[in-house]
């Protein structure tokens, strides 16, 4: 199949295909005389993987990890549990922020009763007030960072 047949199947956009490729987490494939791209089976279930791992909130370097022992299956599998156990943490931690970001939100809302002029806002004057403190909180080194945690010293990315 064609990238497009194998984006269709694995319901992935076709530049973020390609871009698994350029990560190293899919394959190099075999090329038509008219160098298109032909993909097979093995394609779509690794991509299928790899989409079921980020879909996990897993960087690519866990993917990759997890992808390496995949292609290796008589290794010990407690790294596997180890990489496990440490993102269960990273969504822990990100359980705890996303209730604080949705109190923050339930806050901000409730300072407004939804009638009377834009100027008299109770939201719009908390996010004034609070984007004039936020960057005192930064300085301090407190940041929103969320959706990215490091995995083997990379950032996360796409």
């Given at each position: 199949?064609?990238?497009?047949?194998?984006?269709?199947a694995?319901?992935?956009?076709?530049?973020?295909?390609?871009?698994?490729?350029?990560?190293?987490?899919?394959?190099?494939t075999?090329?038509?005389?008219?160098?298109?791209?032909?993909?097979?089976?093995?394609?779509?279930?690794?991509?299928?993987?790899?989409?079921?791992?980020?879909?996990?909130?897993?960087?690519?370097?866990?993917?990759?990890t997890?992808?390496?022992?995949k292609?290796?299956?008589?290794?010990?599998?407690?790294?596997?549990?180890?990489?496990?156990?440490?993102?269960?943490?990273?969504?822990?931690?990100?359980?705890?922020?996303?209730?604080?970001?949705?109190?923050?939100?339930?806050?901000?809302r409730?300072?407004?009763?939804?009638?009377?002029?834009?100027?008299?806002?109770?939201?719009?004057?908390?996010?004034?007030?609070?984007?004039?403190v936020?960057?005192?909180?930064?300085?301090?080194g407190?940041?929103?960072?969320?959706?990215?945690?490091?995995?083997?010293?990379?950032?996360?990315?796409?």
């Open positions: 199949m064609k990238i497009g047949e194998l984006s269709k694995t319901h992935t956009q076709v530049e973020t295909i390609r871009y698994y490729e350029r990560e190293g987490l899919l394959p190099q075999d090329r038509t005389e008219g160098n298109y791209r032909v993909y097979g089976p093995a394609h779509v279930e690794r991509l299928s993987f790899v989409r079921h791992c980020r879909r996990l909130d897993m960087t690519l370097e866990e993917v990759r997890l992808l390496r022992f292609d290796s299956p008589p290794q010990d599998c407690s790294v596997i549990n180890d990489l496990v156990d440490e993102h269960i943490k990273h969504v822990t931690i990100r359980i705890k922020e996303l209730k604080s970001l949705q109190k923050q939100l339930l806050d901000l409730n300072s407004c009763a939804g009638v009377g002029t834009v100027e008299a806002c109770g939201v719009l004057s908390g996010l004034s007030r609070a984007s004039l936020e960057p005192a909180i930064q300085a301090l407190e940041h929103h960072v969320h959706g990215s945690h490091k995995a083997s010293g990379q950032r996360r990315s796409k």
